[in-house]
């Protein structure tokens, strides 16, 4: 299933999960000049970025919040990096964060899991609950899977994810969460394919936490530009290697040079020895 394959990647290539979280300013200069439109800008240099990492890529994360912003162009050109991805052999992670009633979340499924815009996994937030995530659970049989936020790398994740309730935080009670509703999940794997998002930014209980993902397969953001560093990671991930690293602006951002296409490759390599680190 879905998060077993990822883990094969992460052990045989690395544990980096590509992210391809494309501004029109991280284009470079060569490729603005060749295009004329957004999405043929943006499109020109994914390929270039997914082409120069899939050697060591475990699976490839696309932030459409990116394409969003550039309007209807923005999202032909997030269609086409999806395809392009899945084109290729390689797992794409729609980093969506969709969460919504059930009979909502079931459109939001299928437009995510199938389709124009079909992608391999789809990122989730729990805060509406069981019923907003299980209509994702059809879509598991055709090995997909769903990577649901539990404690995220950004500051204000203490407002909410870090309430103790019932004597623990409710990020734990997340996590938990998905430990037993994958029982209700049927299928031959060893990590259910609901994964969850952990970043290791603002951790605090990080014995209890491990106690609680220890068969949950982890999302990990915040390397790099968000400042989480190898040994933090490191102290998450466990014996049976339970999770990939993202890195967005850290691969693709900020390249001026104009042999931008060897800096992806160097940066690509780069990252993944560092993360391999993670799970040695
Ligand atoms: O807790 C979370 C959940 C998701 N993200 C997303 O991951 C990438 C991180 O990008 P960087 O450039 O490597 O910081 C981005 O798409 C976020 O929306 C996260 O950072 N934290």
Same mark, same amino acid.
């Given at each position: 299933m879905i998060m077993d394959k990822i883990k094969e990647r992460a052990i045989s290539r690395s544990p980096f999960c590509v @992210? &391809? %979280?494309?501004?029109? %300013?991280?284009?470079p200069a060569e490729l603005q000049n060749s295009f004329t439109k957004t999405s043929d800008k943006l499109v020109a240099y994914a390929k270039e970025a997914i082409d120069a990492s899939k050697e060591y890529a475990a699976c490839y994360k696309v932030q459409i919040a990116c394409y969003e912003a550039e309007g209807l162009d923005g999202m032909v050109a997030y269609q086409q990096i999806v395809s392009y991805i899945r084109s290729i052999g390689e797992i794409v992670i729609a980093d969506v964060k969709r969460g919504d009633i059930g009979s909502t979340a079931g459109l939001y499924a299928k437009g995510h899991l199938s389709g124009d815009f079909e992608a391999d996994v789809v990122t989730l937030s729990p805060y509406m609950g069981k019923d907003a995530i299980s209509p994702y659970f059809d879509f598991f049989a055709k090995d997909k899977g769903a990577f649901v936020l539990a404690k995220t790398s950004n500051e204000g994740s203490k407002d909410f994810q870090d309430l103790i309730i019932d004597g623990q935080p409710l990020y734990m009670s997340v996590l938990q969460k998905l430990k037993e509703w994958s029982k209700e999940i049927p299928g031959d794997y060893k990590f259910s394919p609901l994964g969850a998002v952990v970043g290791v930014n603002e951790l605090k209980d990080i014995k209890a936490l491990k106690e609680n993902s220890k068969d949950t397969y982890l999302l990990i953001p915040g390397y790099g530009a968000q400042g989480a560093n190898i040994e933090d990671i490191r102290a998450l991930i466990q014996e049976n290697k339970n999770g990939v690293i993202n890195v967005s602006r850290g691969y693709t951002? @900020? &390249?001026?040079?104009?042999d931008f296409r060897k800096v992806l490759s160097q940066r690509a390599q780069q990252l993944a020895k560092e993360l391999s680190e993670c799970i040695k």
């Open positions: @992210g &391809i %979280d494309l501004r029109m %300013d991280h284009v951002a @900020g &390249i001026k040079e104009s």
